[in-house]
């Protein structure tokens, strides 16, 4: 059994940062790409950013040179540094990733819980 575990978020005000990280567990033998989503009251869930094993990076225009992902391989976590955060950055953030967890069948794809962001102006 694989869990995505988010910690990080909380009320913020505008032009602060925040800094979440997602932690998987389980047994898992590898994975590819992880990434962080959020969905605004009414919106439909968007990609923020997105890291590949190897780090090769991608971002929603919104966040680019706001937000930067990075992860731990060694820890299996992914992290999003958010700065300079604005009020329309509100949303539950969600944390993706490939994992595979047997070398019988090719990667799944996980989600973890969310965790709530607020920005005040």
């Known amino acids: 059994q694989v869990q995505l575990v988010e910690s990080g978020g909380g009320l913020v005000q505008a032009v602060g940062s925040l800094r979440l990280s997602c932690a998987a567990s389980?047994?898992?033998?590898?994975?590819?790409?992880m990434g962080w989503y959020r969905q605004a009251p009414g919106k439909q869930r968007e990609l923020v950013a997105g890291?590949?094993?190897?780090?090769?990076?991608n971002y929603v225009d919104s966040v680019k040179d706001r937000f930067t992902i990075s992860r731990d391989n060694a820890k299996n976590t992914v992290y999003l540094q958010m700065n300079s955060l604005k009020p329309e950055d509100t949303a539950v953030y969600y944390c993706?990733?490939?994992?595979?967890?047997?070398?019988?069948?090719?990667?799944?794809?996980?989600w973890g819980q969310g965790t709530q962001v607020t920005v005040s102006s």
């Open positions: 993706n990733a490939d994992i595979r967890t047997t070398t019988l069948f090719p990667s799944r794809n996980y």
């Open positions: 890291i590949t094993s190897v780090g090769s990076t």
């Open positions: 389980g047994r898992i033998i590898s994975i590819t790409a």
